[in-house]
């Protein structure tokens, strides 16, 4: 299996977000996280990219991700005051369409820091 | 640099190393030696180690704490048993005052010890006014210690899209900010929202029960990396990619310097932003509920 090194990668786990992390990646598998703190090790190894969950969950059924985004959709539309909420761990990008989708359904968007 | 309320050796374990006491700059050649810091927490943390002045107070005191220096610095007499209230004596209280007015650049971290517990928005807001408070003697800054991955980007995004950092109500087509009434904890034990779409959080584990049973009887959404605890009560639940370990983008470091992410590996799931796009778009084909809305702006 080839490593594959990442140079400078970026560690999100605590709100020093460390950019000058060395990652080496193994298939499915981060195996070595040169500078990364203890916290942001087992954050790295603990996440991998094998696929162990369902790619999504209709009413804890296994379902597939359009009729999930279906679903999510018709109750986002049919709710008066629906909620969008948490975006800590996701990107900028992310929490700009969050915040459009927000606005599209009239609702209201909030993160953790109100908490 | 003062840091209150936090535990950064534990929680922030390369803040110390990576920004704050042992770097070098341009006045503090000598690194950790040029620097003082100061701890104030009500117990003992392994963050105390590190400090030059550890000062134990006792819990729920800070409010008292703070407006007390806010009083010494500007030369005020304080009531030495109001201070003492604190578990503090009054001659810490003025070799602290000292301390920060012979700083050259003082920077004051506050944790969720400060902005958590009793006080919460007014200790927070005691502290960016001492601090403000101080640049009539030398230049100093407050900054929150942010806790997780990107919370800090939420601040901007939702600043620069709708004018407030947090908690922000769109229902009516423009936003308004009210925290306490527009915040989820309150909105999700009053049970006021009729739907929830989570993303990037597992309020599951951490709301308080009468909000997580409010999440429970509504239509809730969940976008994780994992079945979460919010996914076993919710109705539609999406795994997505795991931000910075398999999802690229920005986020941003506590100070708010936006970084880019790269992701070492490749997940079989969709990205948050792609999941979000297509929810965006699957709720563009279906009917407005207002007229003028989806997507068109209300004049
Ligand atoms: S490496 Fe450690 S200190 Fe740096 S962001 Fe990750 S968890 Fe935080």
Redesign the interface.
Known sequence: MTLNIVKNATCTFCGCVCDDIELHAEGEKIVETKRACSLGESWFKHHTAERLFPDALIDGHPATVDDAIERAADYLVAADMPLVYGLSNVTCETQREAVSLAEMVGGVIDSHTSL | MIYWGGNPAE?????FT??TIMQKGKYTQNGRKDRTMVLVDIRETPSAKAANLFLQIRPGKDFELITALRALIKGQRVNEDAVNETGLPLSKLEELVAKMKAARFGVIFFGMGLS?TRGKHMNSAAVLMLAAEMNAFTKFVAMP??????????????RY??GY?????????YPRFN?GE????D??VRG??????????D?GA?MPQPGIDHLAK??T?VLD???THT??L??????TA?????????????DEI????????????????E??????E?????PA??PG???KAVM
């Open positions: 929680c922030h374990p390369r803040h990576k920004y958590m210690m942010r806790g997780h991955g990107n919370v800090t980007g939420a601040d901007v995004v939702m899209t709708t950092p947090f908690g922000v109500n769109l229902c009516r087509g925290p527009f915040s989820t904890v909105l999700l006021d929202v009729d739907a929830c779409l989570v993303l990037g959080a309020p951490t509504i239509p959404i990396p994992k079945v996914s076993r919710a109705r539609v639940h999406i795994t795991a931000t910075g370990v398999s999802a690229p983008g920005t986020v941003y470091r506590m936006p970084l880019p992410l790269r992701p070492a590996l490749k997940s079989p799931y969709p990205t948050d932003e999941v979000v796009r297509r929810i965006r699957a709720v563009k084909r279906r509920w207002l809305r989806n997507g």
